[in-house]
């Protein structure tokens, strides 16, 4: 049963369909003088509570997967009592039986009962004149049952539509949810590589160098005091900056801006900046955030590592390359966090990231550029 009854709420336009479809119900009852008998009476007072229960449980979120049930069942009962006890003219409950069973149960199974209602209709017609009958008794009979299985068909097809806009809706929804926390995720992770990569070593170094100071301090040692309390005030400044920096970053920086900065931090450092900057607007939009960000990581580490004096920025159209002439990367340096970070940002942003040595300055050459794209294999 659970696969069969969705209890999942419709749209607010099925709950126009009972009303609509019980008016049409009873003047078709009214015209063929069916609600002169009391049984058949009594079928179609079963079919307009059992229809009108089951729309206001599926308009719901909290029915019961046995009470839909149920109420389909009663509804396929009141046709059938409507059905025999008053041909030829009983046949008007199975266009409700149809709607109700797409309205009630998923997809496939809803189509079967469906497409099972109508046949009975299909019967009608067919057998509407062998029926001992006048020509124009038989005429009306079959014209009756024709207008109630194009009835069946429409609704059929009407319900089946808005129940699959409202299933593509919910699985994008669904889509849009998931992508959503997805992209939450990455950003969790940008800003745990920022973090760790910008502050958490700085810490790690201050720390250490705290207990040192302690433990100088015990042992009466003041000639170092100085140097180390210097040591510690500048990794403290340089940790601000660095989480500064990161909350930039958090931004929508453009490159140009990012540029600037960066050169201004980098002056104000006493390095020589030269920066070469030329068809920046080949950059597509979308990409600038990722090459501002390397930009800032790279001037990061150049002033924490690489104890360099100068500095080259050159932008040519797509390419970002950063130069130094500092220490550089040597064979046995282990890669931290923040240079696996700009690889990853890099990547996700379908550019190219690759360190070498600089030929002109001797120290470290960071570049960013556009992907190539793939040869056509043909």
């Known amino acids: 049963m659970r696969r069969w009854v969705d209890t999942a709420p419709l749209p607010k336009l099925m709950a126009l369909i009972p009303p609509v479809l019980l008016t049409i119900l009873w003047l078709m009852a009214v015209m063929v003088r069916?609600?002169?008998?009391?049984?058949?009476?009594?079928?179609?007072?079963?079919?307009?509570?059992?229809?009108?229960?089951?729309?206001?449980a599926r308009t719901r979120s909290s029915s019961p997967k046995t009470l839909v049930l149920l109420l389909n069942l009663a509804n396929l009962g009141g046709t059938l009592l409507l059905?025999?006890?008053a041909r030829p003219w009983g046949l008007g409950g199975w266009p409700f039986v149809a709607v109700s069973a797409l309205a009630s149960f998923t997809l496939i199974p809803g189509i079967i009962v469906a497409i099972l209602a109508c046949?009975?209709?299909?019967?009608?017609?067919?057998?509407?004149?062998?029926?001992?009958?006048?020509?124009f008794q038989v005429l009306n009979v079959t014209w009756f049952d024709r207008q109630l299985l194009g009835l069946g068909i429409l609704l059929t097809a009407c319900v089946t539509i808005i129940r699959t806009i409202e299933r593509n809706c919910q699985e994008l929804r669904i889509s849009q949810t998931l992508l959503g926390e997805i992209m939450v995720q990455k950003e969790r992770n940008r800003i745990m590589y920022d973090l760790h990569?910008?502050?958490?070593?700085?810490?790690?170094?201050?720390?250490?160098?705290?207990?040192?100071?302690?433990?100088?301090?015990?042992?009466?040692?003041?000639?170092?005091?100085?140097?180390?309390?210097?040591?510690?005030?500048?990794?403290?400044?340089?940790?601000?900056?660095?989480?500064?920096?990161?909350?930039?970053?958090?931004?929508?920086?453009?490159?140009?801006?990012?540029?600037?900065?960066?050169?201004?931090l980098l002056v104000n450092a006493g390095l020589d900046v030269n920066q070469?900057?030329?068809?920046?607007?080949?950059?597509?939009?979308?990409?600038?955030?990722?090459?501002?960000?390397?930009?800032?990581?790279?001037?990061?580490?150049?002033?924490?590592?690489s104890q360099a004096s100068r500095v080259r920025i050159t932008v040519e159209g797509p390419t970002l390359i950063v130069e130094d002439n500092g220490i550089g990367l040597d064979d046995n340096h282990q890669v931290g966090l923040?240079?696996?970070?700009?690889?990853?940002?890099?990547?996700?942003?379908?550019?190219?990231f690759r360190t070498d040595i600089?030929?002109?300055?001797?120290?470290?050459?960071?570049?960013?550029?556009?992907?190539?794209?793939?040869?056509d294999p043909r």
């Open 34 to 56: 069916i609600i002169t008998k009391p049984l058949p009476l009594l079928g179609l007072c079963v079919i307009t509570l059992a229809f009108v229960g089951s729309g206001v």
């Open 83 to 85: 059905w025999a006890t």
């Open 119 to 135: 046949v009975p209709l299909v019967v009608g017609i067919m057998t509407a004149s062998h029926a001992p009958v006048e020509a």
């Open 197 to 264: 990569d910008e502050v958490g070593h700085s810490l790690v170094q201050t720390s250490t160098q705290m207990d040192l100071l302690e433990m100088l301090l015990q042992r009466k040692q003041y000639a170092t005091l100085g140097a180390i309390i210097h040591d510690v005030g500048n990794q403290t400044r340089d940790t601000l900056l660095r989480i500064r920096s990161v909350v930039l970053d958090m931004n929508d920086v453009s490159l140009s801006d990012q540029l600037r900065r960066c050169g201004q």
């Open 276 to 305: 070469r900057i030329s068809d920046i607007d080949e950059i597509p939009e979308n990409q600038t955030r990722t090459y501002a960000a390397i930009l800032q990581e790279t001037v990061t580490n150049i002033l924490r590592h």
């Open 338 to 352: 923040g240079m696996d970070a700009m690889r990853q940002r890099a990547y996700e942003a379908g550019l190219t």
């Open 358 to 375: 600089s030929h002109d300055l001797s120290g470290l050459l960071v570049e960013v550029a556009k992907a190539p794209r793939k040869e």
